[in-house]
């Protein structure tokens, strides 16, 4: 009877069959059973099963009860809170609610009676990132040198972090205990030599150095020798030629543009002015003219200035030319062209 009762409900999101639900009475009996004797994993396995098919309260309890019982405190507690979390079903058996208070007060129980280890690595900067298992299970960096709950009885810790050695660590538990294990990490051998056994090899695969001809001396050319082609970019000089026409045209634009306003701007003030005498509401705007023709003259400046340099790229220009036309054997001695800027001026100074 108690049995039925405890499976007179399921929760309609998950509404066992016929077939399952007497399935599930038989393992509770059969729990029950081996639980009364003493073997308390076929109890486990059998209310396991139950548990599975049914998932309710009754039977969530019992499985806790068995794992209690085989100095599984961790996972008892886990499954007696997953009871008392279990949502309140309408027209729910009274054996359900009574599980949940029960459930409650187990955990409560239980909680104590859970051990921990708090594990402290030494040899290692505290920046470094390390690599904590226990008993096969790897802990999360963030919680590796934190109390850990475990079960009573014995243990195994494992310890690794790059460029040192792992160390494993056997321990043991009571109930209730909490202990502290310090690990102390050496330094790899083999990590440590590694960089010094690398660096010959990539010395060897250095390339030689580049050297450069020696100069000649003026007078000692060899004109036998055929005048080899030029490599240097046919389009780099016009390409200078362009940027410096372009700036050239905006500074006269710039220019041009700031002197009308100046002019603008001055001989409007003429027209408040007597003579030399201006009133003093018309300084700001003898300000403004001041300071757009200083805009005005710059601009022309960076005009005149970049134009002459397009000028100038033009005529130095003669990659194209010496692409197309044949080598000449003959050297010119003594040719050189300077260009001479000055405000407002540009000249192209040469000698033969």
């Given at each position: 009877?108690?049995?039925?009762?405890?499976?007179?409900?399921?929760?309609?999101?998950?509404?066992?069959?016929?077939?399952?639900?007497?399935?599930?009475?038989?393992?509770?009996?059969?729990?029950?059973?081996?639980?009364?004797?003493?073997?308390?994993?076929?109890?486990?396995?059998?209310?396991?099963?139950?548990?599975?098919?049914?998932?309710?309260?009754?039977?969530?309890?019992?499985?806790?009860?068995?794992?209690?019982?085989?100095?599984?405190?961790?996972?008892?507690?886990?499954?007696?809170?997953?009871?008392?979390?279990?949502?309140?079903?309408?027209?729910?058996?009274?054996?359900?609610?009574?599980?949940?208070?029960?459930?409650?007060?187990?955990?409560?129980?239980?909680?104590?009676?859970?051990?921990?280890?708090?594990?402290?690595?030494?040899?290692?900067?505290?920046?470094?990132?390390?690599?904590?298992?226990?008993?096969?299970?790897?802990?999360?960096?963030?919680?590796?040198?934190?109390?850990?709950?475990?079960?009573?009885?014995?243990?195994?810790?494992?310890?690794?972090?790059?460029?040192?050695?792992?160390?494993?660590?056997?321990?043991?538990?009571?109930?209730?205990?909490?202990?502290?294990?310090?690990?102390?990490?050496?330094?790899?051998?083999?990590?440590?030599?590694?960089?010094?056994?690398?660096?010959?090899?990539?010395?060897?695969?250095?390339?030689?150095?580049?050297?450069?001809?020696?100069?000649?001396?003026?007078?000692?050319?060899?004109?036998?020798?055929?005048?080899?082609?030029?490599?240097?970019?046919?389009?780099?000089?016009?390409?200078?030629?362009?940027?410096?026409?372009?700036?050239?045209?905006?500074?006269?634009?710039?220019?041009?543009?700031?002197?009308?306003?100046?002019?603008?701007?001055?001989?409007?003030?003429?027209?408040?002015?007597?003579?030399?005498?201006?009133?003093?509401?018309?300084?700001?705007?003898?300000?403004?003219?001041?300071t757009l023709a200083t805009i005005s003259n710059i601009g022309f400046g960076v005009g005149?200035?970049?134009?002459?340099?397009?000028?100038?790229?033009?005529?130095?220009?003669?990659?194209?030319?010496?692409?197309?036309?044949?080598?000449?054997?003959?050297?010119?001695?003594?040719?050189?062209?300077?260009?001479?800027?000055?405000?407002?001026?540009?000249?192209?100074?040469?000698?033969?």
């Open positions: 009877m108690l049995i039925g009762t405890l499976l007179i409900s399921a929760p309609s999101w998950a509404e066992p069959t016929a077939a399952e639900k007497e399935t599930a009475r038989s393992l509770l009996g059969a729990g029950q059973k081996k639980f009364e004797a003493g073997d308390y994993a076929g109890a486990l396995e059998a209310w396991r099963g139950a548990d599975d098919i049914m998932h309710v309260p009754t039977t969530g309890i019992r499985v806790g009860k068995a794992q209690e019982r085989l100095g599984k405190l961790v996972e008892a507690r886990d499954a007696w809170l997953e009871v008392a979390r279990h949502p309140v079903e309408p027209g729910e058996p009274r054996a359900f609610t009574a599980a949940r208070k029960e459930a409650v007060a187990l955990a409560a129980a239980i909680e104590e009676r859970i051990p921990s280890v708090t594990v402290t690595v030494s040899g290692v900067p505290q920046e470094l990132e390390l690599d904590v298992s226990v008993d096969g299970v790897s802990v999360p960096p963030a919680a590796a040198l934190l109390p850990r709950k475990v079960n009573p009885g014995a243990h195994k810790l494992s310890v690794n972090a790059p460029g040192y050695l792992a160390r494993e660590e056997e321990f043991s538990l009571s109930e209730g205990e909490s202990r502290t294990l310090n690990v102390e990490l050496q330094r790899d051998p083999a990590a440590a030599a590694a960089p010094a056994t690398a660096a010959p090899a990539t010395a060897a695969k250095a390339p030689p150095p580049q050297t450069s001809p020696p100069p000649i001396a003026p007078g000692h050319e060899d004109y036998s020798r055929p005048i080899e082609p030029r490599h240097d970019s046919p389009g780099s000089a016009n390409m200078f030629a362009v940027v410096s026409f372009t700036a050239g045209g905006l500074g006269v634009v710039v220019g041009g543009i700031t002197g009308i306003m100046s002019a603008t701007k001055t001989s409007d003030i003429k027209t408040r002015c007597e003579g030399d005498r201006c009133p003093t509401e018309s300084e700001p705007d003898i300000d403004d003219a001041k005149v200035l970049g134009l002459g340099l397009g000028v100038l790229a033009l005529v130095l220009d003669d990659g194209g030319s010496a692409a197309t036309a044949p080598p000449r054997r003959t050297a010119r001695r003594g040719v050189s062209l300077t260009p001479v800027l000055g405000v407002g001026s540009f000249e192209l100074r040469g000698r033969f």
